[in-house]
Every structure is written in structure tokens, then in C-alpha cells.
């Protein structure tokens, strides 16, 4: 596969007011690198956490509205490590078990590097990432859309990030999604599972018309707080189950966030009133 000059999603920059911390790989949305006619009509993300490795599931349903194939380069990204980890973390991809199956059939991959958002991407051994020059990793592969409805299914795993804030984070590059035709998600679905008992944190990045629920035993929490500018995040309290939120017609500007608060952090919980 040739080395391409791809157009890059910035990827969410976590401002962390002068805290130490860990922010290791996160993915997102696959995207096609140049512009396109198919429309990601479905997405199901589902994110199930185990000993502090994300496990990320997806199901992507998008239409091919031409009467022909079409074969598509598509990327999926993975910013390099940042914050306080050792330099050799820098240039370790903390992608795992990364899997493509397209229309049934498991599709092969190539695994790039790019020192910034639209750099031209390069082969691995020729790029050096470090704590003040940090990256991506391009994982690049070809899709053959046929026409009509087309079903990808897209799996990996990667390990937590954190810092005095917060004891675990974890990341969705949402905004991958606009790429696509029409610039939105037709129909999306998060289901979020971090084990029994727990108590978490979810970015609000979903809109007004977004339905959340429990499926299982627990609630949204009426409890909220600003995180800093990336808006407001809701407290979720999960006995057994997992959260699920759904929305239509969305066009991301934000990215997914979910995590577990530290015991130093520094917000402020607010009630949203009934």
C-alpha cells in the first residue's frame, strides 16, 4: 500500500492545568481519506472495561448510494502517547488486537506514522515521537463498498489513561465521523460497561435530543460537573449493567470521554434540577 498525504481528524487534546499525567492510545471513527459519497447511516460502539484495558467493539452500517463498487482507502488513527511516560512509550503504538472484518471478510492492513495531523504519513522506523514532538499511528486498509448497505465490523483494545484528576481515562475519536457523506451519524448507539458497582463520569458531547438510560440496575445520576472547556460531564451509577445513549442525525463535534474520577479532583458536582 502506497504512502499517502491523508487529511488527519485533530485528536482531542486533553488540557490537564499543569497535572502530571499518562494519556496513552485512544482510536475512533475508520474515515476514508479523501472525500466521499458513502454515508455512515448506523454506528454501534460499544466500550467494556477489564483491570484498566478498554476493550472497544463496533458495528458500522454505511450505504454506497452508487450502482457500481466503489474501493476506498479508509484510515483509523491513533495518536502516540503523551504526558509522563517513559520515552520509549512514545513510539509504542498501545493499540491491541486491532481486527477489520468488511462485508464478512477480514481485511488486511498497513500500520503508518505522521508527526502531525496532516503530514505525510511515513513508514514507522522513519518517524521518532517524544514528549514535545508527539503524533499518530495510521492504521490504512482498502474497503470495496458494494452498492447499497455495507457492514463493517472493527475491533480493539487499548490501556488507560490517567492523571491526578482523574484514575482512568478513556477516549472515542467521535469526529472521524463527519468525514463521511453528509458529514453525520445517522444513527448512533455508546453502550458503556465498567463492571458492577461502579461510578463514572461521561462527557456530555451528545446533544439535547440524546437519550440516556441504564440497561441493567443503576441511573444517570442527576450529579454533574464543567470539565474545564470541553463542557459539562455526567456522574452514572451503575450497580450491574451498563449505559447506553442514543441519538439520531448526529454530526460530532466532540469526541467520546469516559472515565473514573481520582480522590484529587478538582471540580465541582452540581445537581441538575428535576
Known amino acids: 500500500m502506497k504512502t499517502v498525504k491523508t487529511i488527519l481528524a485533530l485528536f482531542l487534546a486533553v488540557s490537564v492545568s499543569g497535572n502530571d499525567g499518562a494519556y496513552l492510545t485512544r482510536g475512533g471513527v475508520i474515515y476514508p481519506t479523501v472525500e466521499s459519497k458513502i454515508s455512515l447511516e448506523k454506528e ?4 467494556s472495561v477489564q483491570n484498566k484495558i ?3 467493539d463496533i458495528v458500522f452500517e454505511f450505504n454506497n448510494p452508487e450502482n457500481a463498487d466503489r474501493k476506498l482507502l479508509v484510515g483509523f488513527q491513533a495518536p ?3 504526558g509522563d511516560v517513559k520515552e520509549a512509550i512514545f513510539n509504542t503504538n498501545q493499540i491491541s488486537d486491532f481486527e477489520i472484518i468488511a ?3 477480514k481485511t488486511p492492513y498497513a500500520l503508518k506514522a505522521a508527526k502531525c495531523a496532516n503530514c505525510e504519513l511515513k513508514e514507522l522506523k522513519d518517524v521518532h515521537f517524544t514528549q514535545s514532538s508527539t503524533g499518530v499511528f495510521v492504521y ?3 474497503v470495496t463498498f458494494k452498492p447499497g448497505k455495507n457492514q463493517i465490523n472493527h475491533s480493539y483494545s487499548f490501556p488507560a489513561s490517567s492523571n491526578v484528576s482523574f484514575s ?3 477516549n472515542y475519536i467521535l469526529t472521524t465521523g463527519a468525514k463521511w457523506a453528509g458529514g453525520t451519524i445517522n444513527d448512533l448507539t455508546v453502550q458503556i460497561d465498567l463492571g458492577a458497582n461502579s461510578y463514572f463520569y461521561v462527557l456530555d458531547i451528545f446533544g439535547e435530543n440524546a437519550n440516556w438510560s441504564v440497561i441493567g440496575d443503576g441511573q444517570v445520576t442527576g450529579n454533574k460537573f464543567q470539565y474545564w472547556e470541553q463542557g459539562f460531564a455526567k456522574m ?3 450497580r450491574t449493567g451498563k449505559l447506553q445513549i442514543e441519538v439520531k442525525d448526529f454530526t460530532p463535534t466532540k469526541n467520546v470521554e469516559f472515565g473514573i474520577v481520582s480522590d484529587h479532583w478538582p471540580f465541582q458536582l452540581v445537581t441538575e434540577a428535576k
Open 80 to 82: 502516540s502517547a503523551t
Open 140 to 142: 490504512l486498509f482498502e
Open 44 to 47: 454501534v460502539l460499544s466500550f
Open 236 to 238: 452514572i451509577n451503575i
Open 168 to 170: 482512568q481515562m478513556y
Open 54 to 56: 478498554c476493550i472497544v
Open 103 to 105: 462485508n464478512g471478510q
